[in-house]
């Protein structure tokens, strides 16, 4: 009895309403005059610069279009938050759009919403029209084409949520959706039917424990990855609460995280974050890297100091059409990652959720790309390429066809160059 009493003391100590947290779009005006009233600040503010790097290129992108903003306030991620981009009108100050992007409308409320950080939006100035990166966070109108096989929900996580906020398909884990906010939307986002949409998922106190009662009913649940929405835009109470809680749980012995923060938002990486994530080790973090224009000196500060906590960092790419789908570049990204110390881990095929097509690559393609990287390239940089099965079938990893078949006693196996070996398997 004591326990619980104690229990929900600390669950009444710390406020972990969605007002906590920055909001998503509810409406299609521009948020830069706006001050987000219901952004409480989890920490008092640092009176110098917790992160601190800009470099060259972005300093002339400020210099362009943020003028009367100081380092001190382009360096503060709540900052970046609140003068995010989330209108195409805002997006054509930055950008000139193109006939497919200026005919997207939003349309209803279910449409993924655009948000854009400025960091962020920096990078979309060098060679604007041949952009790689620019497809991936700009809106088109072939969102608005659906083929066959697609689905708002084609990994049917739904069928596996006992709970809104959890999914357990696998035995010894489970997928905890902690926020639905993100400080940058992917167009390609597997959850775009969940993310940014309050008025149908919550993330309050209540709902989070729920979701820790279930974990410790579930014994043989030993691993919880963090995800959402991105869990590295709650403040660092928020997030600390989490963690704790997770870790009074005696049967959890892993925990990681899922974000794409350390490349849209790389300002949030700061001191006071990392010091909250590094108590509660092991802890994980696996970041969602695209392409190599992401990998920025501000990017390099970021995940260095999640590093120099002992956190292990691996990466998550999507395989994108007319984006990263080349050797060339796959073996670039992956060399960058790993001077930052980010470890190239999977390699996915884009999941079909409703009007992808237009990102989605054939799965030889991806086998190409391992193939062009498998021999030609430490193997620390090849990832594994992986399909998540529609249906609910889990990640099923695909290699080329390097195992032949069998002659007499012997095994045959093609090497990365296309030679054949033989090896003594009676």
């Known amino acids: 009895m004591k326990n619980q009493l104690l229990q929900r003391q600390e669950i009444k100590n710390i406020d972990l309403a969605i007002d906590d947290e920055p909001p998503s779009i509810k409406e299609l005006t521009d948020y830069r005059a706006d001050i987000f009233s219901n952004l409480k600040l989890s920490l008092p503010t640092e009176k110098k610069p917790s992160f601190q790097t800009i470099s060259d290129n972005t300093r002339k992108f400020i210099k362009k279009h943020f003028p009367a903003t100081t380092d001190a306030e382009w360096l503060d991620w709540k900052w970046q938050v609140k003068n995010s981009i989330t209108s195409t009108k805002q997006l054509q100050e930055f950008i000139s759009l193109n006939i497919k992007e200026k005919n997207f409308y939003f349309n209803n409320e279910d449409s993924l919403p655009l948000r854009i950080t400025p960091y962020y939006a920096s990078l979309l100035e060098e060679k604007p029209r041949q952009n790689s990166i620019r497809k991936c966070v700009i809106p088109l109108e072939d969102e608005y084409i659906k083929t066959d096989g697609e689905s708002s929900d084609p990994l049917c996580e739904e069928e596996d949520s006992p709970l809104p906020n959890i999914v357990h ?52 649940i030993r691993d919880v990855l963090l995800s959402g929405g991105d869990p590295l835009t709650l ?65 390099k500060e970021a995940c260095e100091r999640l590093a120099d906590a002992g956190i292990p960092l691996g990466s998550q790419t999507v395989l994108l059409k007319g984006i990263n789908d080349e050797v060339s570049i796959m073996k ?95």
């Open 169 to 220: 398909r696998y035995p010894d884990r489970v997928l905890f959706l902690v926020t639905g906010f993100c400080s940058t939307y992917c167009r390609y986002c597997t959850r775009s039917r969940m993310v940014a949409k309050e008025q149908h998922f919550t993330y309050g106190k209540s709902d989070m424990e729920r979701a820790f009662q279930y974990i410790e009913s579930h014994k043989e």
């Open 235 to 299: 403040g660092n109470q928020q997030l600390d609460y989490i963690l704790s809680r997770l870790r009074k749980i005696p049967h959890i012995e892993f925990i990681r995280i899922g974000t794409k923060v350390p490349a849209v938002l790389p300002q949030r990486i700061t001191p006071s974050l990392v010091n909250v994530i590094k108590k509660h080790h092991p802890v994980w973090i696996s970041i969602h890297f695209t392409h190599p224009m992401e990998i920025t000196p501000e990017v």
């Open 332 to 426: 670039k990204l992956v060399h960058e990652l790993l001077k930052i110390r980010v470890r190239p881990y999977y390699l996915y095929q884009c999941d079909p959720i409703a009007g992808s097509s237009h990102f989605r690559t054939s799965i030889e393609r991806g086998l190409e790309i391992i193939q062009g990287l498998r021999g030609f390239t430490t193997g620390y940089a090849v990832p594994t390429y992986v399909v998540d099965a529609p249906g609910g079938g889990g990640k099923i990893p695909l290699l080329p066809e390097y195992f032949v078949g069998k002659e007499g006693g012997y095994t045959l196996l093609k090497n990365y160059s296309g030679k054949v070996y033989k090896y003594p398997d009676f």
